[in-house]
């Protein structure tokens, strides 16, 4: 008997994008483009809503009233700013998979294939899901991690501002959504509030 | 004086009915926004609403659409411990300039024994006048002008007081229950009031009234040993609750030795952070030296000392009993109140942790308020591990503040000295908006330290802005980290200002949005959020 796979829930309109319909637990998630963190923060939003817990490790400047606004449950929201040091950051990420469902990462730069590797067996160990974030150097960070699904964002069209006028009231942007556990790499449109 | 009943104390309780309500209500007065009907969600359900609301029927524990439906001008918002917390502090403080050591279990509610405080004023009776005047000159205060409903209730043991000032809530006049005649007052009086106020749980309640036992006083009349079969320890509390005692018995065993922590600091400390963080340390100690007595601390007294001789000193309750991380959080509310009454001049030199109420120790205490799940408990043990760690400092959970800066609204409080667990109840938003705070959607990028950047317009000159908030010209060009973006559009400038009334600390800003995109890279717009302080330029925010 084929038995489905163990998911965290996905908001509704993110489900076309996972091809097991949620974020599957033991698999890493990369979040890229110009619409990394907040796409990454809606990709976790329903699962903390139903009760797993979300810890964020060395995401620099995450704006916690947009985590709230895309249906984050902040109270289950934990920062942890991890030390300088690789190694520490490696032990750093292994604590914070032992107690939470779902991990948020920024890879710092210097992070080995070996270390990516620790941080995949030890989630794949724990159940947990890993969302990562490559805002920045994203090519480095997919060439070690080797996402399952790759999520990279582009903004097409800004939507109420002007010139001189409105404001910013959200905005479509293209997912392209690819990686060794996507059958067919695709394109969606998405409109985003924030 | 009368005699005193050893197992019950004589309390004052001052009491605002659905606080909650009342406290969104006058958060959202203070922002311009008039509503007379509001109710606060939790869950999916209302659990409390304002007067108007009630009046109109709308029912705490009523679902979302059933309130909506019956009252479709009700404004609807979330429950927000913070602020419920935030708003009752003036009261909490205009009482403890009459009776200093004051008990705060829950927002809305004020407890104090009455035995000094009646003394000097000169009886019960009394007493409750001064307290009525009191309250009602901070509320008026603080709900400019509107009237909110509050009683002052006098009895023995917390039951009968809380009872007595909901109902003098309800009539608008303090009443005084006389000692000793709380069993007989509570007799009459259905169970579920154990739910409403002594959080008992409503599907023991529920079991209560199945069973034919509709008033505490069939209950009083019981065997505790046969509640005690049936309900397990919650049938003692029950028993005892409807005799008019004290909930918890007086400990008969020698209380644990020396039951004050107080820790000195070799110099003042001004630093939030450092009282709270030392004062988890401390909370440590005293709750493992505690469970090895097999108790567990329900009523914690915490005196703050300042180098210039301040004092302030504060109750706190939960019958649950506390935990160590939620005696540090009692420490940094009780600190942060201080701060913000203007009651400080200087640094905390010291601190005592006295706990004054103790109850037996029942294994895991967590699991008496219920849904605590097996994810929180992980949860809260990796934040234990993660804080020893890496610091304090390193591990933190977000907190509403409230603010017009996107970086202002939430702020990270260190995880070490939050209630985590219990936290994960109650929810944390923010959404009532603040006058002039960045519209929503939020920026999913928010900067500690803000990006300068220069604005210039069509002739590579810097856009300024006038006193009357207009831009010098249209902004064409944005220079970031080197970067050339094309402005494609703009919205703004929106005046800032923030604290006028505080020289020290006041703000005048504007701020604006930009969509920029790089010649290069046709693809690729962003969106910035940008102020202009002190002749200046920066990036504050992106939607990233």
């Known amino acids: ?194 | 004086m009368p005699a005193m009943n050893a197992e019950s104390t004589r309390v004052a309780v001052v009491a605002c009915p659905d606080w909650q309500a009342v406290a969104a209500q006058c958060d959202l007065h203070a922002r311009g926004q008039v509503f007379d009907a509001v109710a606060v969600l939790h869950a999916q359900r209302v659990i409390a609403r304002t007067a108007a609301a009630a009046e109109q029927g709308v029912q705490v524990g009523m679902r979302k659409r059933e309130a909506q439906a019956t009252c479709p001008n009700m404004h609807i918002t979330a429950h927000n411990p913070e602020r419920d917390r935030l708003m009752f502090e003036p009261v909490v403080h205009a009482i403890a300039e009459l009776v200093p050591l004051v008990e705060v279990s829950m927002p809305g509610v004020v407890v104090l024994a009455t035995r000094g405080p009646s003394r000097y004023v000169g009886g019960d009776d009394a007493l409750a006048q001064r307290l009525t005047v009191i309250a009602e000159t901070a509320l008026h205060k603080l709900a400019q002008g509107q009237r909110i409903p509050f009683g002052v209730g006098i009895a023995d043991g917390r039951l009968t007081a809380m009872i007595a000032a909901r109902s003098a809530a309800s009539v608008g006049l303090p009443r005084v229950v006389a000692p000793n005649e709380s069993a007989q007052c509570l007799a009459v009086l259905p169970v579920s009031v154990l739910a409403d106020f002594a959080e008992i749980d409503r599907n023991v309640v529920s079991l209560l009234q199945r069973l034919g036992l509709a008033h505490l006083g069939n209950i009083a009349e019981i065997q505790p040993s046969i509640l005690v079969g049936r309900f397990g320890p919650v049938g003692n509390e029950m028993q005892r609750l409807a005799r008019g005692l004290d909930r918890h018995p007086p400990i008969v065993v020698a209380p644990p030795p020396e039951r004050a922590s107080t820790h000195r600091f070799e110099a003042p400390v001004e630093d939030v952070n450092v009282v709270v963080l030392t004062a988890r340390e401390t909370a440590n100690e005293l709750v493992a030296h505690l469970g090895n007595h097999g108790a567990s601390c329900v009523r914690l007294h915490i005196s703050l000392h300042t180098d210039h001789g301040e004092q302030n000193d504060r109750v706190w309750y939960q019958p649950e009993g506390l935990t160590a991380a939620a005696m540090a959080e009692r420490v940094r509310w009780q600190l942060d109140a201080w701060i913000a009454s203007r009651g400080v001049t200087s640094g905390v030199v010291l601190f005592r942790l006295s706990p004054i109420g103790l109850r037996a120790k029942e294994g895991r205490q967590l699991g008496l308020w219920g849904d605590s799940t097996e994810a929180d408990e992980w949860a809260s043990r990796a934040i234990e591990r993660l804080t020893a760690m890496l610091g304090a400092e390193s591990v933190r959970v977000p907190e509403w503040r409230g603010g017009r800066d996107p970086a202002e609204v939430f702020t990270l409080t260190s995880a070490a000295v939050v209630d985590v667990e219990r936290r994960a109840l109650s929810h944390v938003t923010s959404e009532t908006q603040w006058n002039g705070a960045l519209p929503t959607p939020s920026p999913s990028v928010v900067y500690d330290d803000p990006l300068p950047v220069l604005v210039c317009d069509a002739r590579g000159e810097e856009v300024t802005v006038s006193g009357r908030h207009e831009l010098s010209a249209e902004p064409t060009v944005v220079i970031l980290q080197q970067h050339h973006y094309n402005v494609l559009s703009w919205a703004g400038p929106w005046p800032v200002e923030e604290r006028w009334w505080d020289t020290s600390r006041q703000r005048r800003m504007v701020r604006m949005q930009f969509v920029v995109g790089r010649n290069d890279i046709a693809t690729t717009t962003r969106a910035l959020v940008v102020i202009r302080e002190h002749g200046q330029w920066w990036v504050t925010a992106r939607y990233g």
């Open chain 1, 1 to 194: 008997m084929y038995e489905p796979l163990p998911t965290l829930p996905v908001p509704p309109e993110l489900r076309v994008m996972f091809p097991e319909g949620g974020l599957v637990r033991g698999r890493t998630v990369l979040c890229s483009g110009d619409a990394a963190v907040a796409m990454a923060l809606r990709v976790v939003s329903s699962a903390t809503q139903a009760g797993s817990w979300l810890g964020i490790v060395g995401v620099h400047n995450v704006g916690v009233q947009a985590a709230s606004e895309h249906d984050v449950a902040l109270q289950r929201v934990v920062f942890v700013q991890p030390a300088s040091s690789r190694t520490e950051w490696v032990s750093t990420v292994a604590a914070v998979a032992d107690g939470f469902d779902l991990l948020m990462l920024e890879v710092p730069h210097g992070v080995t294939m070996a270390d990516a590797r620790r941080v995949q067996t030890r989630i794949q160990a724990r159940r947990n899901a890993l969302v990562l974030i490559g805002a920045t150097h994203q090519s480095a960070v997919q060439s070690v991690f080797q996402p399952d699904v790759i999520m990279n964002t582009a903004t097409t069209k800004w939507h109420g501002i002007e010139r001189g006028a409105g404001h910013v009231q959200g905005r479509d942007v293209q997912v392209a959504v690819s990686g060794r556990r996507v059958p067919k790499a695709r394109q969606h449109s998405l409109h985003f509030v924030g």
